[in-house]
T-cell receptor, first 114, second 114 residues
């Protein structure tokens, strides 16, 4: 079975400071990894993905994530946080083979203070 | 980019009635769609995989007779919550995978059962 852990329910950061939202995963074989963002009462918006290749993946709105196979992590980062980045962030995983449904982490609420 | 729509965005119904939620892929064909359920402050839980032209595949613990799924065409999947009860109140989100590995999510449907 595959699983995703987001150890922080909430991350608080001041505007302009760098942010990190943590994610670790467990899957047999090679993973496809994703980050999505959710605003209140909205669906999920795709931020970025890791499929293969460079471990550092750049995505939408200035976000990036680093795939670390040895630590089975895929932390989301941004060099300078904006107040508008405040939202709920989900890490997700699926296996490279087989079913395409995603397994999601529990979500991390990012709060960026002005 | 690919767009997935859901209708209605919000529905309130009386206990014992049935509610139908539509999920449409607007500019691409989706032989598979996924239905997720999100509880307040919780992650998304996969309910079922909707397959065009065949029966849906339900996750363990999801009552197939209660959550009826029909994939009527390559662009439409419907979820019908039958004999709804207050515990069925939730945020339901559909998604459709596209070539390129990611999935696009609908905006979600907030169901409230009185």
């Amino acid at each position: 079975a595959q699983s995703v852990a987001q150890p922080e329910d909430q991350v608080n950061v001041a505007e302009g400071n760098p942010l990190t939202v943590k994610c670790t995963y467990s899957v047999s074989g090679n993973p496809y990894l994703f980050w999505y963002v959710q605003y209140p009462n909205r669906g999920l918006q795709f931020l970025l993905k890791y499929i293969t290749g460079d471990n550092l993946v750049k995505g939408s709105y200035g976000f990036e994530a680093e795939f670390n196979k040895s630590q089975t992590s895929f932390h989301l980062k941004k060099p300078s946080a904006l107040v508008s980045d405040s939202a709920l962030y989900f890490c997700a995983v699926r296996k490279t083979e087989g079913r395409r449904a995603l397994t999601f982490g529990s979500g991390t609420r990012l709060q960026v203070q002005p | 980019g690919a767009v997935v729509s859901q209708h209605p965005s919000r529905v309130i119904c009386k206990s014992g009635t049935s509610v139908k939620i539509e999920c449409r892929s607007l500019d691409f064909q989706a032989t598979t769609m996924f239905w997720y359920r999100q509880f307040p402050k919780k992650s998304l839980m996969l309910m079922a995989t909707s397959n065009e032209g065949s029966k849906a595949t339900y996750e363990q613990g999801v009552e197939k007779d209660k959550f009826l799924i029909n994939h009527a065409s390559l662009t439409l999947s419907t979820l019908t919550v039958t004999s709804a009860h207050p515990e069925d109140s939730s945020f339901y989100i559909c998604s459709a995978p596209i070539p390129g590995y990611e999935q696009f999510f609908g905006p979600g449907t907030r169901l409230t059962v009185l």
